[in-house]
């Protein structure tokens, strides 16, 4: 079969058109994990300076500065993490994308998080909405194992740090009902 002329692939089925990897990689999760973290210092900057700084901290809270270093440093991971999964897509498409349909929920429950708890002091729900984002990176650890094992590797940081970020939010919660 022949190409028509400046229709580059299509002489290709659609599932085989499908599968093709993106020239950019990893850019689409970077991107959206930067605009997650972005959007959560925003809501971080307007609730620190007055309600979360003069309520009562938990004991073992780090310096406020440690957190923008954190988040960044794993939004990044996470972001390749899922790059390096989509990029099975075309030897198990149904699995990656059950496993990116999990990563887009983990990544949305943790935007959602930061406002509820910064900017509206939701605290139960933020406490809810955190707890379920602790089940969906664990899930989507289970979902990254069946596709590619260092992904599973990459997100376990994130999980560590989201379950000690659970722990600080209670605490805080606790202290400040």
Known sequence: MTTPRGVEGADRTAGERGTERSPLGPLWYLVAVYIVAGLGGLAVSQGIPGWYANARQPSFGPPNWIFSIAWILLYTVIGIAAWLVSERRPEAPERVSRALRLWWVQLILSGVFTPFFFLFH???????????????????????????????????????????VTALAAEFTRLNA
């Open 122 to 164: 939701w605290m139960t729900i933020s406490m809810v909405i955190i707890t379920l984002l602790d089940v969906a990176i664990v899930a989507t650890m289970v979902r990254f194992a069946g596709v590619r094992r260092q992904a599973t590797w990459l997100m376990v940081p994130w999980l560590l740090w989201i379950l000690f």
